[in-house]
């Protein structure tokens, strides 16, 4: 799916010389002991250019994960990955393309979902998805009709963008995954 893309990101003139880009979605992290899927949106701006699920320095998402499994916080991306997988967290975005004007998940139209039957059939310990967010939650609701029963946890998103929670209020939240 991604492979046959060189980059992520391709830019486009539109009118009034505005800047769309069309976003395509990174490869998920799993392996076959994952039992908890964590959706996304689709990567911003700054994941895209540095090739990184939730690269922008200010995401929370990252310093959830290593506080949740007591883990020593690490900027090295490998870490990162091998911290999921350990944990048997998968991790993927809803969307597999979009245009989008900025990082905003408001702003993004035309979109395509993953696909998400053949991926939950290639990992079948997954029974739980977590949705980093409301509008990851519904772009799945919109577009993802699954055969098998899942449980569905919608948890505040870790961007910036949401500064209706606090930290530790969200950070209390997101702890639920070290439950399942």
Request: proline share 3%; aromatic share 16%; hydrophobic share 35%.
């Amino acid at each position: 799916m991604n492979d046959v893309f060189n980059s992520n990101i391709f830019y486009l003139s539109a009118i009034n010389s505005t800047t769309y880009m069309k976003s395509f979605s990174f490869s998920p992290i799993a392996n076959d002991n994952s039992n908890v899927l964590i959706l996304g949106t689709m990567p911003g701006t700054k994941s895209l250019e540095l090739n990184q699920y939730y690269g922008h320095s200010q995401n929370n998402f990252w310093k959830f994960m290593f506080e949740i499994y007591k883990e020593d916080f690490s900027n090295d991306y490998e870490k990162r990955k091998a911290l999921l997988q350990k944990n048997k967290v998968a991790l993927w975005d809803v969307l597999q393309f979009c245009d989008r004007i900025g990082s905003l998940d408001s702003a993004i139209k035309n979109e395509i979902a993953n696909d998400f039957e053949t991926f939950l059939e290639q990992h079948p310990n997954i029974k739980t998805i977590l949705f980093n967010g409301q509008k990851a939650a519904a772009f799945f609701k919109k577009y993802v009709q699954l055969k098998k029963h899942y449980e569905f946890i919608t948890l505040p998103s870790t961007s910036p963008a949401n500064a209706s929670q606090t930290y530790q209020s969200k950070l209390q939240q997101w702890k639920i995954i070290s439950s399942l």
